[in-house]
Each structure stands twice: as structure tokens, then as C-alpha cells.
T-cell receptor
């Protein structure tokens, strides 16, 4: 089954404790992206990657890191999480960066930073 | 200016009836894509339907159709024969800027409730 898989689905942690949210897709997609969803602010892009070893900042990259060493994986790293990073996070992928390609989303990761 | 505007925070519809969810967009790009996503209360984001800026025909996908009026910059979602399972948040989104991130920009969403 074609899908984008995020782990964990839920995480409660404390300020300053490094964490990684994994994202993997099995569709051989070139483009991958991370979004966060917050009440009143909607969905905003954090980082994106157009292909292996090609990543760039989105609208809200502060406090996050990403890497794209393999085509299928695009982990999101919070080196020193803070409470303002409490949010619902989505990983998404599409065949390419063409505007006509839909982005397919993972099921989301609910992150709470205490 | 908002790139995607959804003016209906909440909509109610009777089961088996049709409902239209409004979406207007703003872009200066000639090439862009318009998408609708469904987010149930469980939280996942489900892709429903796509319309390209150069498409002359309105997109359809099962019970979903997209009423695309390019001159008015609107891309309304029509759900026919509503079902209880259609109750969810619906987001209109636009993809533009292939060389500058190709991000999706989302509207604020419309909460649809289908009544039995």
C-alpha cells in the first residue's frame, strides 16, 4: 500500500531533550516536506526537500533540522525542543515539485513539549 | 493578503443532500495547482481532489467535484449525496512556485457537519 509513515504518532517530552520524528514514504517520491498545524495559524511548511541531499527552509524553520540521505526518508529533528514547538506535525510527499502533483500526508505526529 | 480564503468556518448539511464549500485564492503565478483535503477528527490529512490552473474542465472524483472559476479565482468543492462520514474539516490549498519551495498554502478550513 502506498503510504507516508510517521513515527511516533504521539509524544510527550520535556524541554531541551532532543527528539526525532521519522518519516518514510514507499512511493519513490522525489519531493518531501514537513508542516506543522496550529490552531488559528493553519498549516505551515517547516522544511522541504526536492531530492536526496537537497533540503531548504520553509516558512517556519527555526528550531528544526532535517536531512535527506535516502530518497524514502526525511526525518525532522528538534535539537532542543521548547514548549512553543508543541503542535501537530505532518510529513508529506509528492512525485516531484511540480505544482500539479498532490502532496500525500502521513497520519500526523502530536507533539507536546512540557 | 491571504492566499487562500475559506469564508465558511462551519457548514451544516442534511444527509443525502449536496453541499458546496467555498474557496477563493490569490496568486500572480500562471501555473498553480488547487487541492482539497479532508481532515477527520482523528487528525489525518486526506487528499480529495485536484484542479490545475490550465485545466478547462472541472475536476471530478466520485462524489467530489471542483467548481473552478479562474476569472473569479475560486475553486469551490461540491460534495454530492452527503454521508455521515463526510463530517470533517475541509481545507482548500494551493501549490505554486515550483522553483521556490513548491509549498502548499492552506486556507483556514471549513468544519462540515452532516446531520442524519
Amino acid at each position: 500500500e502506498a503510504q507516508v509513515t510517521q513515527n511516533p504518532r504521539y509524544l510527550i517530552t520535556v524541554t531541551g531533550k532532543k527528539l526525532t520524528v521519522t518519516c518514510s514514504q514507499n512511493m519513490n517520491h522525489e519531493y518531501m516536506s514537513w508542516y506543522r498545524q496550529d490552531p488559528g495559524l493553519g498549516l505551515r511548511q517547516i522544511y522541504y526537500s526536492m531530492n536526496v541531499e537537497v533540503t531548504d527552509k520553509g516558512d517556519v524553520p527555526e528550531g528544526y533540522k532535517v536531512s535527506r540521505k535516502e530518497k524514502r526518508n526525511f526525518p525532522l529533528i528538534l535539537e532542543s525542543p521548547s514548549p512553543n514547538q508543541t503542535s501537530l506535525y505532518f510529513c508529506a510527499s509528492s512525485l516531484s515539485n511540480r505544482v500539479g502533483q498532490p502532496q500525500h500526508f502521513g497520519d500526523g505526529t502530536r507533539l507536546s513539549i512540557l | 493578503a491571504q492566499k487562500i480564503t475559506q469564508t465558511q468556518p462551519g457548514m451544516f448539511v442534511q444527509e443525502k443532500e449536496a453541499v458546496t464549500l467555498d474557496c477563493t485564492y490569490d496568486t500572480s503565478d500562471q501555473s498553480y495547482g488547487l487541492f482539497w483535503y479532508k481532515q477527520p477528527s482523528s487528525g489525518e490529512m486526506i487528499f480529495l481532489i485536484y484542479q490545475g490552473s490550465y485545466d478547462e474542465q472541472n475536476a471530478t472524483e466520485g462524489r467530489y467535484s471542483l467548481n473552478f472559476q479562474k476569472a473569479r479565482k475560486s475553486a469551490n468543492l461540491v460534495i454530492s449525496a452527503s454521508q455521515l462520514g463526510d463530517s470533517a474539516m475541509y481545507f482548500c490549498a494551493m501549490r505554486e512556485g515550483e522553483t521556490s519551495g513548491s509549498r502548499l498554502t492552506f486556507g483556514e478550513g471549513t468544519q462540515l457537519t452532516v446531520n442524519p
